[in-house]
């Protein structure tokens, strides 16, 4: 099934600025998707409609077959969580417990039920020792966290994210990235991340989207989408390093190394082992 679909999507802010253009996009339930690309490409807009926080100036976005209109609104923001860039924006409440409670509370769930999925969140995104503490006295890889617990209490098939990765030390990235998964993996959460960390990216995502201007230029897997890296650069885009690393390896240093060009450290592994055996299968023959 798919989990969004956007039909010729388009929207002007009412300032007169077009943030995106015909944009058609599927994503299907329990993908991993990244949408990329530089500052000011129509990302955090295009992730905005996906829950009905902007409704398009025209073209139609649909989530689990269900238009995003007024009359759909509770059902598509029960349905898609949107996790902010800044996680000040979303986390207010007095204790940690009381934040992640507000949103099952405003669905006028049952107190047993709401302290229920509130200790699961809590536990998911492993913030139990905090649960009673002010939000204001946590990290801000923390305050991320209780963001995303907050919405995960609401029970989303469907998780939005603002750049995650936005201000946070390289710990705090690995665990953001490790609780991600694990809720793409246990809970087949469909994943829709919005970041312009092509280093984050071929780690987050099985699908990639590239964003510029408000249009979608790029659309694949990131081995296809990262092959294209002339038209990358042109977008004020990077390879991720390791793919950067074993770009010049190819191109300047002619090692016979295969596409697409390996961006995880898994992959580099995999690609110096085939190059060891390459080597010594050629030895052998002289």
């Given amino acids: 099934m798919k989990a969004i679909e956007t039909i ?14 015909n944009v058609n996009l599927t994503i299907e339930k329990g993908e991993k998707v990244a949408i990329l690309g530089p500052n000011g490409a129509g990302k955090s807009t295009l992730i905005y409609h996906f829950n009905g926080l902007l409704m398009p100036t025209s073209g139609k976005v649909k989530v689990l077959g269900r238009e995003v209109s007024k009359e759909n609104i509770d059902f598509i923001r029960q349905k898609v ?66 963001a995303i617990a907050g919405v995960l209490a609401m029970h989303p098939e469907i998780i939005a994210l603002d750049e995650p990765t ?42 990639v989207c590239i964003l510029n201007r408000g249009e979608l230029i790029l659309e694949g897997s990131p081995g296809e989408v990262f092959s294209n890296t002339e038209k990358l650069r042109r977008m004020d885009l990077r390879l991720p390093r390791i793919g950067h690393l074993f770009e010049i390896l190819k191109v300047r240093d002619n090692l016979p190394i295969e596409n697409p060009l390996p961006l995880t450290i898994g992959e580099a592994r995999r690609e110096i082992h085939r190059l060891i055996k390459h080597k010594t299968s050629i030895n052998n023959d002289l």
């Fill in 8 to 21: 010729n999507l388009s929207f002007t802010y009412p300032d007169g600025t077009k943030a995106l253009e």
């Fill in 81 to 146: 969580g949107l996790v902010f860039q800044n996680p000040d924006d979303q986390v207010f409440a007095p204790t940690v417990f009381q934040d992640v409670a507000f949103g099952p509370i405003n669905l006028g769930l049952p107190e047993d039920e709401v302290k229920r999925r509130v200790k699961w969140a809590l536990e998911v995104m492993e913030l139990n020792e905090v649960e009673d503490k002010p939000p204001h006295r946590l990290s801000h890889g923390q305050k991320k966290r209780v």
């Fill in 166 to 207: 936005a201000n946070l030390d390289p710990k705090a990235v690995s665990k953001i990235l490790e609780l991600l998964l694990k809720l793409n993996k246990e809970l087949n959460a469909t994943l829709i991340i919005a970041t312009h960390d092509v280093d984050f990216v071929p780690l987050c995502s099985d699908k």
